[in-house]
């Protein structure tokens, strides 16, 4: 495409700051920059006509990690490195809430609970063993116990007696909090660029020339928020992980409040305006599910309508109203890369199933390494 001289003289000249991505991450990023660099040009390169990864896709957990999920973070991480996730996952939420505020948020402090399907008897007799033993590895951070234990209220079928609740975990719209950051972030002068694929990047004396589909310009400095889609950016330290998700129309006189977590994470669900939201069930297929495409498929969707039917909604007569798909990055460890590529570039990418959580915090440690 061939610019005109003022396309060239005010987009694409004395660029400062580019980043790549408008996720929660990239965003972020964005605006810890212009708080250190009231004068800089910010610009942010974004493929999709929308945020296309994770962002505007997610269920709006603001959640830190269910007890199941940390018993399974503790078979692979040490007790040091989960509870520094949990921390930077929970000082992530209370960035967001102090950027955007709670109104904008729509945040809803219903509490989380974990449920456990009648055949994962002996991993629910674990955790509740645990539960003791976790709640006193996270008492210096919140300060109380972080799970007790509930009956079943919400007249769920098919699983153990209690459920285990956290407080601690909240509700947000996630259309609401994008449209915020959004928002904020054009307040704050910063450009975005939509449908703009960054294809190539080299250094160059001082800075970095960046070619996308469109355009070619120099930047002082490049920053990747690009998540999911970042595997040959890391060396394939970060992979595309597909999340599916469904949603039902209306559900008169629905009763189920709050955010729920069934088999160590891989499934989740939420009310949202009298629907239920569900998503989950990567583990049907690791394989098939490594993937950028925003496809659904039969086996995965297939799951979620059974657990829909027989554990979520047993009495209830509903109707599936939307599918979707959204793409996580994640990786052996669950700990965000945050780092200088080269002498110009940066990148904050791994946010693993929880960049709602950890994602600001992300953006404004990249900012930082600036
Ligand atoms: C279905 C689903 C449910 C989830 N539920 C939750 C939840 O309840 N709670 C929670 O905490 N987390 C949840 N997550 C995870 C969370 O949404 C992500 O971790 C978070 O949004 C990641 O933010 P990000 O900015 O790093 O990445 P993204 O939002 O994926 O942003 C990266 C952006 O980079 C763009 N991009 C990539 N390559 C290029 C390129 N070459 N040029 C230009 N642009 C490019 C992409 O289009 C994308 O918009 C969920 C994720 C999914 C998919």
Redesign the pocket.
């Known amino acids: 495409m061939q610019l005109s001289y003022w396309e060239i003289k005010n987009w694409f000249t004395n660029v400062d700051f580019t980043i ?7 965003l972020h990023a964005a605006l810890a920059l212009r708080e250190r660099f009231p004068s800089a040009k910010i610009l942010v ?4 006509i929308l ?13 830190f990690g269910s007890i199941s999920e940390i018993i399974d973070d503790l078979k692979t991480h040490t007790e040091e490195e989960v509870i520094q996730l949990i921390q930077k996952r929970y000082s992530g939420l209370q960035l967001l809430r102090k950027n955007l505020g709670d109104a904008a948020l729509d945040l809803k402090p219903f509490g989380g609970y974990e449920l456990f399907l009648k055949e994962d008897e002996s991993f629910y007799n674990e955790c509740e063993q645990k539960i003791p033993f976790i709640n006193a590895l996270l008492k210096p951070l919140f300060k109380a116990d972080v799970f007790v234990k509930h009956v079943d209220r919400f007249q769920f079928g098919g699983i153990q007696e209690h459920l285990i609740f956290n407080p601690f975990e909240a509700q947000i719209d996630t259309g609401n909090m994008m449209q915020a950051l959004l928002k904020k972030a054009h307040q704050n002068d910063i450009l975005i660029l939509n449908s ?4 190539q990047h080299q250094e160059v004396n001082d800075g970095v020339e960046v070619l ?1 589909n469109g355009i070619s310009f120099t930047t002082k400095k490049l920053v990747f ?5 970042a595997a040959q950016l890391t060396h394939n330290q970060v992979q595309p992980a597909r ?3 469904l949603i039902t129309k209306p559900i008169p006189n629905l009763s189920i409040k709050g955010t729920f977590h069934l088999d160590r994470g891989y499934y ?1 669900f939420r009310n949202i305006n009298d629907r239920i939201l569900l ?1 989950g069930g990567r583990n049907l297929d690791f394989e098939g599910e490594t993937t950028t495409s925003h496809d659904t498929t039969e086996q995965i969707q297939n799951r979620l309508e059974a657990l829909l039917k027989n554990v979520i909604l047993p009495q209830k007569s509903y109707e599936i109203d939307h599918r979707w ?5 994640i990786g052996i460890y669950k700990k965000p890369i945050v780092q200088q590529l080269s002498n110009h570039v940066y990148c ?2 791994r ?9 600001s915090l ?1 953006g404004q440690e990249v900012a930082d390494l600036i």
């Open positions: 790549v991505g408008s996720g929660i991450v990239g390169l974004e493929k999709g945020p296309q990864g994770a962002s505007t896709k997610n269920a709006g957990f603001a959640c703009q694929t960054v294809t996308t928020a690009t998540n999911g889609f999340a599916q998700v989740y998503g798909s959204g793409t996580m990055g904050g990418v946010m693993g199933g929880m960049g709602v959580a950890i994602g992300i």
